[in-house]
């Protein structure tokens, strides 16, 4: 990768003093994930796709972390040192909030909707004005190719929808995540060297020649990132998905409870990245399932109900002319909304979810935990996700898709199947 050249740095004692506070702070924010993520990969037979996909989510959850990381160093100078150096608009930026007016005219904040592209090149350029330099994305290089695969692959694993799928991952696809993010973070530790104070640790990796040298992504170098151009649902059988999903997470579920690493904590690298992967498959399955329902009673639907399902909203720009874009909707809702519309409109019936037992709200409880395992804050300690924990998750998992088999069986009794085979394994 070829680095920018910049400037000699400007040496700001104040400023490398705040640095090396906040790192002290937020080691494990900054290094767990991606250790997690490496040690995967030593220990990865060379097919093993369960264990390439938790690679991949663990890498990109180091990825936000240490953009979080970086938000958190320049506020931190901000505030305590230099305090015009940003303005209102960059601070809410950093914070990753923006400020709205209530019905009472009151002024509120609420988190502020950021693509992961944007704030690659965004916050390091932000951060890189504590210590008066600026920062350039490298243009050439692998590095870019390789970030824009990972971010993709991640979007498919944990959040996957009917035209966002990933079938079959393998090594090479998360040895190119982890080597993307090392390249990444080397490039910003190498553009405003020296006042990354202890950041150096983080990249250490594998030797090279000698001990004395870091092989920053050496796992692909030299071989180009290939274009990742994610499957649609359409193109497998639904029923493959919802099996080979369901497998996915019940195997990873499996390996996390019985590995014993870190077993003197009772949680470890392979429960965070099996409570990611749960999750994913719960809206994979919900993907799966409405994708083949619409298809075959579109009659039925609404369009907005559709659009919904697909996670799909219609725009029209200046021009008049028509597009489609990305539409998430929150968790809680889609668990509630999918089944609910498929049921109503086939079934004419409406589902009866007792959304107050216990549940539902260790599902909700164990969605937040996985939502600070991918997008962790900093100054807060990164959940463990016991052992217990994770059975747990996986007990309110079940008890989901047994609940959606027990309203409808005419539309879900298939999910009756997948739990009873759960529990061939012990789970």
């Known amino acids: 990768m070829n680095t920018p050249q910049q400037p000699k740095a400007k040496f700001d004692q104040k400023v490398v003093e705040i640095v090396f506070e906040q790192f002290k702070k937020n080691i494990n924010l900054i290094g767990v994930h991606l250790r997690d993520a490496r040690n995967l990969l030593v220990g990865m037979p060379t097919s093993s796709p369960i ?54 005219g009151t002024m509120k904040t609420r988190p502020q909707k950021q693509t992961l592209e944007k704030r690659l090149t965004a916050t390091p350029a932000l951060l890189g004005r504590c210590f008066e330099r600026a920062f350039q994305f490298p243009k050439k290089g692998s590095l870019g190719p390789k970030l824009r695969n990972l971010v993709r692959r991640r979007d498919c694993i944990a959040h996957p929808s009917w035209d966002a799928y990933l079938d079959r991952v393998g090594l090479n696809e998360s040895a190119e995540a982890v080597d993307a993010v090392e390249l990444y973070l080397h490039s910003v530790q190498t553009q405003f060297h020296p006042n990354m104070v202890g950041y150096l640790s983080v990249l250490y990796t594998i030797p090279g020649h000698d001990k004395h040298e870091i092989a920053t992504a050496y796992r692909t170098a030299g071989k180009r990132a290939t274009k990742f151009v994610p499957i649609r649902m359409d193109q497998k059988d639904s029923r493959e998905i919802i099996v080979s999903e369901w497998m996915d997470a019940l195997f990873m579920t499996k390996i996390a409870l019985d590995h014993p690493s870190e077993g003197d904590s009772d949680g470890s690298m392979l429960t965070r990245a099996a409570l990611i992967l749960m999750f ?49 909707a929150a968790f809680k809702h889609r668990i509630v909304a999918v ?79 997948l739990v009873n085979t759960a529990g061939k394994f012990g789970l």
Request: a negative charge; glycine letters at 2%; one cysteine or more.
């Open 51 to 104: 264990l390439s996909k938790a690679a991949i989510v663990l890498a990109s959850a180091a990825l936000e972390a240490n953009l979080a990381y970086f938000c958190s160093l320049a506020l931190r100078v901000a505030e305590t040192y230099k305090p015009k150096l940003f303005n209102n608009a960059e601070l809410y930026f950093l914070r990753r909030e923006e400020p709205f007016i209530d019905e009472k």
């Open 339 to 417: 089944p609910q519309i498929l049921s109503r409109r086939i079934l004419g019936k409406e589902l009866q979810f007792k959304k107050g037992n216990h549940s539902w709200q260790e599902l909700e409880r164990f969605h937040s935990m996985r939502s600070r395992i991918m997008h962790p804050p900093v100054n807060q300690e990164l959940p463990r996700v016991t052992k217990d924990e994770l059975v747990l998750a996986w007990n309110a998992t079940k008890s989901y898709f047994v609940t959606l088999n027990d309203e409808a069986p005419q539309l879900f009794s298939f999910f009756a199947t």
């Open 280 to 328: 994913g498959m719960i809206e994979a399955e919900l993907a799966a399932v409405s994708y083949a329902l619409i298809t075959a009673n579109i009659d039925k639907f609404e369009e907005a109900e559709v659009l919904f399902m697909l996670e799909k909203v219609v725009e029209i720009n200046d021009a008049a002319e028509v597009s489609m874009s990305e539409n998430k």
